[in-house]
């Protein structure tokens, strides 16, 4: 396999034309098998999504497609990346995370196609109920635009919280209209929220991470916000220029439709999450 780490893996590598008859859309390729000559595609990704991209990888192996795994140790280098050309392709974000991208970096990406959707949780390491949370309980939270206002979502689905009317996942602390309990609402980078596990009452947690890190039970959620948000499928995201890239149809069909992958997926994530393609 070849996988490569680097948390910003700078300059530029010499994009490569590959000319081939298509006979599949983009959601659901045939099993075409690329030519030998073609250069190899370059994903990149996060810690959380790594196993069954492996598995990915590893059947498009078979299949002779040559696939480079970058991983990323942050969630803005990625499209920093794809962007400048350095990969062809990342995957790690949803729709609104990706819009707030391109609005904060002036980047021209457009999501290519469905991942899985993730549950998100609200975890305690003191409590098992929200209703013995004490009066000024610690509740951290997602920093970044899009990812707090879902934590914030999931505080208003516990109760805990009103939100203004309409607000969705654009919400921020300044959309909070109630708060009984005064939750002191603290907001932490969304890679290091499984870290906040053992100091705040309450914790925004993504259960990939929560899995990666073996601290504590990723199924142990006071509460899951579930499939309601299907905005929050992670997609595979590309340049526009690359929509016609038969190596990304054949990958994402691997990625979708393989047995192995979907078995990979299931060790990962558990019954966490749901493939984003079949919603």
């Known amino acids: 396999m070849n996988r490569i780490f680097s948390p910003s893996w700078p300059g530029a590598i010499a994009a490569i034309a590959i000319t081939l008859t298509l006979a599949f859309g983009v959601h659901r390729a045939s099993r075409a098998v690329t030519q030998p000559n073609a250069a190899p595609l370059r994903l990149g990704t996060t810690g959380a999504f790594v196993p069954p991209l492996e598995a990915a990888v590893a059947e498009a192996k078979k299949q002779g497609l040559e696939v480079k795994l970058v991983e990323f140790s942050d969630w803005v280098t990625p499209n920093t990346s794809l962007a400048n050309g350095d990969i062809d392709v990342n995957y790690f974000q949803h729709v609104p995370f990706l819009e707030n991208a391109k609005k904060q970096g002036h980047f021209d990406l457009v999501p290519y196609a469905s991942g899985i959707l993730n549950n998100v ?47 969705g996942y654009k919400a921020t602390r300044d959309d909070v209209v109630t708060n009984p309990k005064h939750l002191r609402i603290v ?63 054949q990958f994402v069909d691997i990625y979708q439709h393989s047995p192995a992958v979907r078995k990979a997926l299931d060790e990962a994530h558990g019954h966490l999450y749901q493939p984003g393609w079949e919603l």
Do not use: C, M
């Open 187 to 249: 907001e932490v980078e969304a890679v290091q929220l499984v870290r906040a596990y053992d100091d705040a009452d309450l914790v925004q947690g993504y259960p990939a991470y929560i899995r990666l890190a073996k601290t504590f039970e990723p199924q142990s959620a006071l509460l899951f916000d579930g499939l309601d948000h299907k905005e929050y499928v992670i997609q595979f995201v590309i340049r526009p220029e690359s929509h016609d890239d038969p190596r990304l149809h």
């Open 121 to 167: 949780g609200l975890y305690s390491k003191k409590y098992k109920s929200f209703a013995e949370l004490p009066e000024g309980a610690q509740a951290a939270i997602a920093n970044d635009p899009v990812n707090s206002g879902r934590g914030l979502q999931l505080l208003a689905k516990a109760g805990l919280i009103t939100l203004k009317p309409g607000v």
